[in-house]
């Protein structure tokens, strides 16, 4: 999975709890992305980092907020998470030195909020 | 994406052509066109990309209609490693937008 890292791997959770998952690379890769996979959906991305403290949204980011401080680690953060956030996350990234880019994928987050 | 369709599923033989189709009506003249698998409990990884022309490498072929509205998807010779789903998808920039993807069976 090209040196990318997610965690935890499976979370089970409830209505109204705060949920962080982290994504951890060990390419310097200047992009990192985070998507949520669904049945009839496939990817739809959530939220994107182009750099250190450098985030953009993606076409579903209601409900998440994120964060990078470093580059190696890029955090999605559900608030205060709903049954809808149910879903497969997986974090990719991508090192922006060609066009296009090549997107690298991690193995996944799955969360169930109960 | 809405704008992206595929077909829902295909079976091909072990060591036959597979050709998958994907529509993407409504692509800009700077999107390209990527081809992403994803096996069981595994994250997608990269198959091939393309813009205008057609476009090989070692694991297939990537034939792009001449008004790039359509592309397809060909791996040469089916394997039992190749079942998987296959994503068509747009790039717009750094952003991916992906299709439903299409559930490949090999059959042996």
């Known amino acids: 999975d090209a040196g990318i890292t997610q965690s935890p791997r499976h979370k089970v959770t409830e209505t109204g709890t705060p949920v962080t998952l982290r994504c951890h690379q060990t390419?310097?890769?200047?992009?990192m992305y985070w998507y949520r996979q669904d049945p009839g959906h496939g990817l739809r991305l959530i939220h994107y980092?182009?750099?250190?403290?450098?985030?953009d949204k993606g076409e579903v980011s209601d409900g998440y907020s994120v964060s990078r401080s470093k580059t190696e680690d890029f955090l999605l953060t559900l608030e205060s998470a709903t049954s809808s956030q149910t879903s497969v996350y997986f974090c990719?990234?991508?090192?922006?030195?060609?066009?296009?880019?090549?997107?690298?994928f991690g193995p996944g987050t799955r969360l169930t909020v109960l | 994406d809405a704008k992206t369709t595929q077909p829902n599923s295909m079976e091909s033989n072990e060591e036959e052509p597979v050709h998958l189709p994907c529509n993407h009506s409504?692509?800009?003249?700077?999107?390209?066109i990527h081809w992403y698998r994803q096996l069981p409990s595994q994250g997608p990884e990269y198959v091939i990309h393309g813009l205008t022309s057609n476009v090989n490498n070692r694991m297939a072929s990537l034939a792009i209609a001449e008004d790039r509205k359509s592309s397809t998807l060909i791996l040469h010779r089916a394997t039992l490693r190749d079942a998987a789903v296959y994503y068509c998808?747009?790039?717009?920039?750094?952003?991916?937008?992906f299709g439903t993807g299409t559930s490949l069976t090999v059959i042996p």
């Open positions: 998808i747009r790039s717009t920039g750094n952003q991916f937008y």
């Open positions: 990719a990234i991508s090192g922006g030195l060609e066009w296009p880019d090549t997107q690298y």
């Open positions: 980092s182009y750099g250190v403290k450098d985030t």
């Open positions: 390419e310097n890769h200047r992009y």
């Open positions: 409504t692509i800009s003249g700077t999107d390209y």
